[in-house]
């Protein structure tokens, strides 16, 4: 597995080590540089959201049993912070309502220790790709919403009444204007909203 190439706007995917064994942390972030992938090792949950930025590109590998707070906790927090970074989970003490807890919490993978290299690899690959894909949509969800920001409160007033079916007539008699005011104000809403038809429009309002 290779890692991606960072860009200028895009951020290094990383796999994020929480683990309190020290032994193991190093020989995790061993494992992933002789593979070309960045990792970096926290030795308890309260060192990673010290560290934690929306910036974080990549995963996030946790322990259940950590110091002060646990796997499972930093779990939650972080879902409660609006964390992206899928994340894996990893245990020597796992039974199975943890694992549901954890896998119905959105971990992408719940790994029981003694795990082998490949098991994580293929975690850590399917869980970048995810990351990828989940950063992908929240970039074109903010680039809609900055083009809805640009319009002025009629163009946005009409173009919410386009998107649910009203024709230009039923707008003009809601919003008492004439019918050519309302085709100006949605012409102006579209090549603001950079939409090339209406159906163009319709997808990006259900995005936001």
Same mark, same amino acid.
């Given at each position: 597995?290779?890692?991606? $190439?960072?860009?200028?706007?895009?951020?290094?995917?990383?796999?994020?080590? #929480?683990?309190?064994?020290?032994? #193991?942390?190093?020989?995790?972030?061993?494992?992933?540089?002789?593979m070309?992938?960045?990792?970096?090792?926290?030795?308890?949950?309260?060192?990673?959201?010290?560290? *934690?930025?929306?910036?974080?590109?990549?995963?996030? +590998?946790?322990?259940?049993?950590?110091p002060? +707070?646990?796997?499972?906790?930093?779990?939650a927090?972080?879902?409660?912070?609006?964390?992206?970074?899928?994340?894996?989970?990893?245990?020597?003490?796992g039974?199975?309502?943890?694992?549901? =807890?954890?896998?119905?919490?959105?971990? #992408?993978?719940?790994?029981? =220790?003694?795990?082998?290299?490949? $098991?994580?690899?293929?975690?850590? =690959?399917?869980?970048?790709?995810?990351?990828?894909?989940?950063?992908?949509?929240?970039?074109?969800?903010?680039?809609?919403?900055?083009?809805?920001?640009?319009?002025?409160?009629?163009?946005?007033?009409?173009?919410?009444?386009?998107?649910?079916?009203?024709?230009?007539?039923?707008?003009?008699?809601?919003?008492?204007?004439? #019918?050519?005011?309302? =085709?100006?104000?949605?012409?102006?809403?579209? $090549?603001?909203?950079?939409?090339?038809?209406?159906?163009?429009?319709?997808?990006? *309002?259900?995005?936001?």
């Amino acid at each position: 597995m290779m890692a991606p $190439e960072p860009s200028q706007n895009k951020p290094e995917q990383k796999a994020y080590i #929480v683990e309190d064994d020290l032994s #193991v942390g190093q020989a995790l972030c061993d494992l992933f540089d002789s593979m070309g992938v960045s990792a970096r090792h926290f030795g308890s949950a309260e060192k990673f959201l010290d560290a *934690w930025t929306d910036a974080m590109s990549g995963c996030l +590998i946790l322990d259940v049993r950590l110091p002060g +707070i646990s796997g499972m906790e930093l779990q939650a927090r972080m879902i409660e912070r609006g964390c992206q970074l899928p994340i894996i989970v990893m245990t020597a003490h796992g039974d199975i309502p943890m694992v549901r =807890k954890a896998l119905k919490a959105g971990a #992408v993978e719940f790994l029981t =220790k003694p795990f082998q290299d490949e $098991e994580l690899l293929a975690a850590v =690959k399917q869980a970048f790709e995810q990351d990828r894909a989940s950063r992908q949509t929240r970039e074109v969800t903010d680039a809609i919403r900055a083009r809805v920001a640009s319009l002025s409160e009629r163009e946005r007033q009409v173009i919410e009444m386009v998107t649910t079916g009203m024709t230009n007539r039923e707008i003009a008699a809601k919003l008492f204007l004439s #019918v050519v005011t309302v =085709k100006l104000y949605r012409r102006l809403a579209m $090549e603001k909203m950079q939409a090339a038809s209406l159906a163009d429009l319709v997808k990006m *309002w259900e995005k936001i």
